[in-house]
């Protein structure tokens, strides 16, 4: 079954990049006009008061939608990978495998259905980091729906499946309701991401998390859309490499957003052959501005990256190739917006934390403008290249 979708270390080396006055690496002014590009849906409410955005399942999804990620290995060339014990490959007859319902790895954006699942394995070092995530937004939704007759058609026996089971699978599709989502996040780095990123320690919550503190939360993820034929051939995104999500529970001022994201690479030692080599990978990220501010700010944290162990001279040259703007890599920078009919802006834009020089860069883009709601859009596109694992906070709008 093939779906016809869209999307395109063990040492921990840190390069600290200090935040320094304002350095400008980015001095080309910037010209906006209103009548120029318009915003992308529903991207006005981006600004809206945090705790509103919190409370709306839908309107959470739909910002988070707005968010585009790639990895530079995007294409799964195997079509099926078999299960391992202790490093043993199952034989074929035994059927255990997963198996690509997608040649691409994809984008997918729902809300938790329950506080997130880990599972130790006291065999091995693996400890997994998982989500089940309710879609509300309609392409979603399909995903779901299509890649659930998959496993309806699969003969592997479970609740769902079975063919006594009455109803039409939509029906079934909503009486499960979820897509899992799973990863084993790298062992060497379980503190730093448990502290700094999200729960992993066995017996952390959602709830008790200082980047969470719900345990439903809206996020957004990207990896491969995969059946696990190791149990009922159920769907799932697996491993996932990109995960996004906004914190909404401070008391923040107007159009105050901050955006949380993690790239990283399964350390189950089974997904080898759909994630080859160091993580190369893209996110862009959606800010507005309010129009009658004079100053605007985006402060980029970064929070953990593990290096390339072995760079080559131009490491992020395949990400950036073809690009329509000049990429950066800080210390900071000043940037003069005009815009037409809302006078002269300032975007600020500052960067610290621990990354390794040339392994990442930003570039801004697809400006827009609204003259009613007096906003203006930008996308920050981050281009990151790590041995296993990056992590990042974006804030904007302060």
């Given amino acids: 079954m093939t779906f016809r979708l869209f999307s395109l270390c063990p040492l921990f080396v840190l390069a600290f990049v200090a935040l320094c006055g304002h350095a400008s690496a980015q001095t080309a002014p910037v010209r906006l006009s209103a009548s120029g590009g318009a915003l992308p849906p529903h991207a006005e409410r981006l600004g809206d008061d945090s705790r509103d955005i ?26 099926r990978i078999k299960h391992r014990f202790w490093g043993i490959r199952m034989p074929w007859l035994i059927g255990l495998r997963w198996e690509r319902l997608d040649p691409a790895k994809r984008k997918f954006v729902g809300t938790c259905r329950n506080d997130l699942h880990q599972y130790v394995f006291g065999s091995s070092n693996e400890h997994d980091v998982n989500f089940d995530l309710v879609p509300h937004l309609p392409q979603y939704v399909d995903v779901l729906y299509r890649a659930l007759d998959f496993q309806f058609g699969s003969g592997r026996s479970s609740l769902i499946t079975d063919r006594r089971a009455k109803g039409r699978a939509r029906d079934r599709l909503w009486r499960v309701r979820r897509l899992h989502c799973e990863c084993t996040p790298p062992y060497d780095h379980h503190r730093l991401l448990d502290s700094l990123v999200y729960p992993v320690l066995d017996g952390n919550t959602l ?49 105050h957003q901050v955006w949380f994201a993690l790239f990283l690479r399964d350390d189950s030692q089974r997904m080898k052959a759909w994630q080859k080599g160091p993580r190369l990978g893209e996110i862009s990220l959606p800010l507005v501005f309010s129009l009658e501010k004079k100053e605007w700010l985006i402060s980029i944290r970064h929070l953990i990256h593990t290096p390339v ?3 080559s001279d131009n490491l992020l040259g395949e990400l950036v190739a073809g690009q329509p703007a000049e990429t950066f890599d800080g210390p900071s920078a ?31 883009g697809e400006w827009a403008v609204d003259p009613v709601k007096k906003i203006a859009f930008v996308r920050l596109h981050l281009y990151v290249a790590a041995q296993n694992l990056y992590a990042v906070r974006v804030e904007a709008g302060k």
């Fill in 54 to 79: 919190g409370r709306d399942n839908l309107l959470n999804e739909r910002l988070l939608d707005l968010v585009e990620v790639r990895s530079l290995d995007s294409l799964l060339g195997k079509r």
């Fill in 207 to 255: 709830v008790n998390h200082p980047n969470f503190r719900e345990p439903k939360p809206s996020i957004g993820l990207y990896g491969p859309l995969v059946a696990d034929c190791n149990h009922t051939c159920h769907p799932e995104i697996h491993p996932y490499e990109w995960l996004w999500w906004r914190d909404l529970h401070d008391a923040q001022s107007p159009g």
């Fill in 309 to 311: 162990e072995k760079p």
């Fill in 334 to 364: 000043e940037v003069p917006v005009t815009v037409e009919g809302a006078g002269e802006h300032i975007l600020v834009l500052r960067q610290e934390g621990p990354a390794a020089k040339g392994q990442w860069k930003y570039r801004l």
